[in-house]
Every structure is written in C-alpha cells, then in structure tokens.
C-alpha cells in the first residue's frame, strides 16, 4: 500500500472515530461524565470501571480475531457489522480507556494530597485555658 493510500485511510478513520465518539458519548454516558456508563456498571456490579471496560473492548476485539480465524479456515459468515466498525469501536475504547486510566491516577493524586494535608495539619485553635 502506498503512503499515501495509507494515509488517507488515517484521515478518514481519525474523522469516524471522532463522530462515533459525539453520536454515542451521550447515548451511553449522559451529558456530563464521558465515563458515566462504565462506572455506573461498576457500581452496579460491584466491579471497577476498568473491569466494565475491559469487557465492553473484548467484545470487539473477539469479533476482530474470529474474523482473522475465518479466514484460515476459509469460514465465510454473516457479521452483524463490518470489521472495519469493530476496529473502529476497539481503538475508541482504546481512548476511553486512556480517560479512565487519567481520572483514576488524578484522583489517586488527590488521595495523596488530601491525605498529606491531614496529616500536616496543626491544631491552630486557641484554647483559652492553655497556657502558651
């Protein structure tokens, strides 16, 4: 293949990820937490949003290998979508997991802040009976 032929094939997946990332952001998240939907599973099952995740991105990486094994078999079946929408959908969960890795260590910094600071804390409260 041809840089260039390649290239535009970049362009316009670059193009289709970012518009099924805006149709199906709100659909499954809501309007105000892009990840609202794994967490929201996480808490219902009492799992981690990473474990939601990584079953939501095996999906279509299962279908992408069961492709590939078709094809050594010379296995001709019906796809409920194309591959090309699975690979689509796979590196889009590939981002939406760099979003839960970043808020995940934003809110271990946090932790560590929050804790830092309790335990530095001083008593800075007058007493009136103490004698200083």
Known sequence: ?????????????????QDILQSKGGEYAGDHDRLA????????LH???????????????????????????QTNRPRSEPLEG????????????????AESRQQARQAERDYVAKELRVDTTVHPNKVY
């Open 37 to 44: 939907n794994f967490k929201r599973n996480a808490e219902r």
């Open 86 to 101: 699975r690979v689509d959908d796979a590196i889009n969960y590939l981002l939406l997991f760099k979003g839960i890795l």
């Open 1 to 17: 293949m041809k840089h260039s032929d390649f290239q535009e094939i970049v362009d316009s997946t670059f193009k289709t990820l």
């Open 47 to 73: 799992l981690r949003p990473e474990q939601i995740w990584a079953v939501y991105f095996a999906k279509h990486i299962d279908a992408i290998f069961q492709y590939i094994m078709d094809l050594q078999t």
